[in-house]
């Protein structure tokens, strides 16, 4: 099992900046890609950002250049860095954990971006 604890949502007007995080706990081990995907109201949940153990990094067309994902292996917790929000950029954050016989999501992490 993995647990996984996203903090950092918040609100922000268009143009600034925050920055989530999520902290793995349990199996960690396991964890093959950890993501960060976002669902905004009457939408379907949508992948922003992910990244491997290899550290390939995967991102959405919609926030690529404002957006970074990282990770610290040392403290078991990735990162999303957003930049240049935009109204369109909120939603309810998840982080995500991929293993090889299934996945884990966090509770979510409201953003919310005021024009």
């Known amino acids: 099992q993995v647990q996984l604890v996203e903090s950092g949502g918040g609100s922000v007007q268009a143009g600034g900046s925050l920055r989530l995080s999520c902290a793995a706990s349990?199996?960690?081990?396991?964890?093959?890609?950890l993501g960060w995907y976002r669902q905004a109201p009457g939408k379907q949940r949508e992948l922003v950002a992910s990244?491997?153990?290899?550290?390939?990094?995967n991102y959405a067309d919609s926030v690529k250049g404002r957006f970074t994902i990282s990770r610290d292996n040392a403290k078991n917790t990735v990162y999303l860095q957003m930049n240049s929000l935009k109204p369109e950029d909120t939603a309810v954050y998840y982080c995500?954990?991929?293993?090889?016989?299934?996945?884990?999501w966090g509770q979510g992490t409201q953003v919310t971006v005021s024009s």
């Open positions: 995500n954990g991929k293993f090889p016989i299934g996945e884990s």
């Open positions: 990244i491997t153990n290899g550290e390939r990094r």
């Open positions: 349990g199996n960690i081990f396991s964890i093959n890609v």
